[in-house]
């Protein structure tokens, strides 16, 4: 087992995390898998693994709806503004809500700033739209997807 995955959360009442964890244990065997919480991430943690995955729910930071969660929004202004993904493969996980008018809008910001920071997405986004639990199918596929799209 030689593939290595970073994934950097951001998660306010844990469903990113449980989403996480979820594809964490789908792996298990054939990946292995690190976690990083975006408030405590650092620049050089975008460098980590052989693959990154950026994990977030969408929130109404700023006070507008459709935007990224509070803590992997700082992390993009802030801290890893000056991020260079050099190619790197990366992958992206959002959550949101059918009632907000813009579900889960933070799979956007997630690939924008892939895109823009020079990384390369191997595959669709995972979107899990309400509570992930009872959607542990959609993220075990989604893995299998994401393990064949790298492998
Ligand atoms: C203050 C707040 C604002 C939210 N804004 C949005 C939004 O604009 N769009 C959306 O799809 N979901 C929105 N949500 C729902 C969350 O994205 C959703 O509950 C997600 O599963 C939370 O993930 P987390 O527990 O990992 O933070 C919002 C939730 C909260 C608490």
New binding site residues.
């Given amino acids: 087992m030689s593939l290595s995955v970073h994934i950097i959360?951001?998660?306010?009442?844990?469903?990113?995390?449980?989403?996480s964890e979820v594809l964490k244990q789908s792996m298990e065997g054939k990946a292995t898998v690190e976690m990083t919480r975006a408030e405590q991430a650092e620049p050089e943690d975008f460098a980590r693994g052989d693959v990154l995955i950026l994990?977030?729910?969408?929130?109404?930071?700023g006070g507008i709806?459709?935007?990224l969660?509070p803590h992997m929004h700082d992390l993009f202004l802030k801290r890893a503004a000056a991020v260079d993904l050099k190619g790197k493969t990366c992958a992206v996980i959002a959550?949101?809500?059918?009632?907000?008018?813009?579900?889960?809008?933070?799979g956007e910001h997630l690939s924008t700033f892939v895109a823009s920071h020079g990384g390369k997405e191997c595959c669709e986004k995972l979107t899990?739209?309400?509570?992930?639990y009872g959607q542990e199918d959609t993220v075990k596929k989604w893995g299998a997807k994401f393990l064949a799209s790298i492998t």
């Fill in positions: 959360i951001a998660s306010s009442s844990g469903h990113t995390q449980y989403v994990a977030s729910g969408t929130w109404n930071t709806e459709g935007q969660n959550l949101g809500d059918e009632r907000y008018h813009y579900t889960a809008r933070a899990i739209v309400n509570e992930p």
